[in-house]
């Protein structure tokens, strides 16, 4: 019997790509060119599966044209490139990868505001620019992250993980803000307490960002909130460009209204707002919360067990629709 025919849009693992042949007939892309979509309409012409990454919008118009498609595996958490309800209209599924990335996420969540609040990078450059020539008593002089409170905003299992860190690691005081309060029993697990948006805001000496996009979400943080914030404060996004006001916070950090920010994502990445690249009050990564090693394979591997599950067996195992 001919194999069925699949596409994996970007570069991958040979492993995953070796896994996925024993079940596919399958349409690689190692050279990880960038497809527009129209390209990627054509490729998916024959194409029953499609493994994605989190970057190719899946829409009611692709879907038109792709009349053969059936499943859309993200090997990501974050599926906001899916717009399910066309999907679902057209009777394609989409999954994610949930439980792959939760504690590498957070240990990421952990470097960036480490980095943030302690200046590494911004002193980083200062020494490799050949500045550094004495000690001083102010010389980067940080906030501290040990005992002081951290607010997250967004509490599912990465900002529960980020909140134990927090808590049992550094002995920091833990408060939280989300669309509904944990039970008691979790937050007592993350020794975390609920508090309105405006009080995390205002009280917050670290505040973490891990909510999942949506037209809810969008600009989560801007400038009214920028302005409810200390101006000792560290603000982190390792969520999703979009939740921050980019242009609002870079307008924070260049007046000193807020310390510092930690970003992992950005608002049109990979283009970045040219104002964050000018403060020097920043930390800034191209969306590597995720990146080990482990991690992304055990987030391809899930991508494979949907796409094989579902359309060898007629069930994936995380379907989002
Ligand atoms: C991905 C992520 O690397 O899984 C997610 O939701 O944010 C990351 O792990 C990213 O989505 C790639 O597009």
């Not at 899916?82 to 240990?107: C, W, Y």
């Not at 980083?124 to 020539?133: T, V």
């Not at 509490?155 to 002995?171: E, L």
């Amino acid at each position: 019997m001919n194999k069925q025919k699949i596409l994996v849009t970007r570069a991958i693992f040979p492993e995953t790509l070796a896994k996925l042949g024993r079940y596919f007939d399958v349409e690689s892309n190692q050279a990880d060119d960038i497809w527009t979509k129209q390209q990627l309409i054509d490729k998916l012409q024959d194409k029953v599966g499609a493994f994605t990454f989190g970057l190719e919008r899946i829409d009611a118009e692709l879907l038109a044209a792709c009349p053969t498609l059936k499943i859309c595996a993200n090997m990501t958490v974050g599926y906001n490139n899916f717009d399910l309800s066309a999907m679902t209209a057209a009777g394609v599924i989409g999954t994610n990868a949930p439980d792959t990335l939760t504690e590498t996420t957070a240990d990421f969540g952990f470097a960036l505001l480490m980095a943030t609040a302690r200046r590494v990078t911004e002193s980083e450059h200062f020494l490799r620019a050949g500045k550094w020539k004495s000690w001083r008593f102010d010389m980067f002089a940080g906030s501290d992250v040990h005992g002081s409170t951290l607010g997250i905003i967004g509490m599912g299992k990465i900002g529960q993980a980020i909140a134990k860190r927090g808590a049992f690691g550094f002995g920091m005081k833990v408060i939280y803000n989300n669309r509904s309060r944990l039970d008691v029993a979790t937050e007592a697990a993350c020794k975390a307490r609920y508090v309105s948006k405006t009080e995390l805001l205002q009280t917050a000496d670290h505040i973490m960002l891990v909510v999942p996009y949506s037209a809810e979400s969008h600009h989560t943080i801007g400038a009214s909130e920028l302005a409810l914030m200390k101006p000792t404060a560290n603000l982190i996004n390792l969520a999703r460009g979009g939740i921050v006001d980019d242009a609002a916070l870079a307008v924070a950090l260049k007046n000193q209204q807020i310390a510092a920010a930690g970003l992992d994502v950005f608002e049109g990445e990979p283009s970045v707002h040219p104002d964050l690249l000018t403060v020097p009050n920043i930390v800034l990564t191209p969306h590597i919360a995720s990146s080990t090693v482990p991690t992304r394979m055990a987030m391809a591997n899930k991508a494979v067990d949907n796409l094989v599950g579902f359309l060898l067996h007629g069930r994936a195992v995380s379907a989002l629709n």
